[in-house]
């Protein structure tokens, strides 16, 4: 069982940057990893995704060119680098690990394992 821990999350102004970890109880090397996030009064939504081994990421539409998800494999972390953050940013974000899948894939059923979220708030 990967236990999954987010970090970074805080109040920032519109136009600010945020950096946010998500720390694992072992191994991340055989999971893809994912960033959701659920907006206030809103569904999930998948954010960004990155590959196993980090050659490869993927984003939504509403992230790219802002974010960029990156991971150390030695450390056993993820993160989620924001910039140009948005009041329409504001969400808890939630990273997520699958042994199986692709990390392109947006269905949060998929996933196994779930951090217990951050809150990213932006002020307008």
């Known amino acids: 069982q990967v236990q999954l821990v987010e970090s970074g999350g805080g109040l920032v102004q519109a136009g600010g940057s945020l950096r946010l970890s998500c720390a694992a109880s072992?191994?991340?090397?055989?999971?893809?990893t994912v960033w959701f996030r659920r907006p206030p009064g809103q569904e999930q939504e998948y954010v960004a995704g990155?590959?196993?081994?980090?050659?490869?990421?993927y984003y939504a539409d509403s992230v790219k060119g802002r974010f960029t998800i990156s991971r150390d494999n030695t450390k056993n972390t993820v993160y989620l680098e924001m910039n140009g953050l948005k009041p329409e940013d504001t969400a808890v974000y939630y990273c997520?690990?699958?042994?199986?899948?692709?990390?392109?894939?947006?269905?949060?059923?998929?996933?196994?394992?779930w951090g217990q979220g951050t809150q990213v708030t932006v002020s307008s």
């Open positions: 997520a690990a699958a042994a199986r899948g692709t990390f392109s894939d947006d269905r949060p059923a998929i996933y196994d394992y």
């Open positions: 072992e191994t991340l090397s055989t999971h893809s």
């Open positions: 990155i590959s196993r081994t980090g050659r490869s990421t």
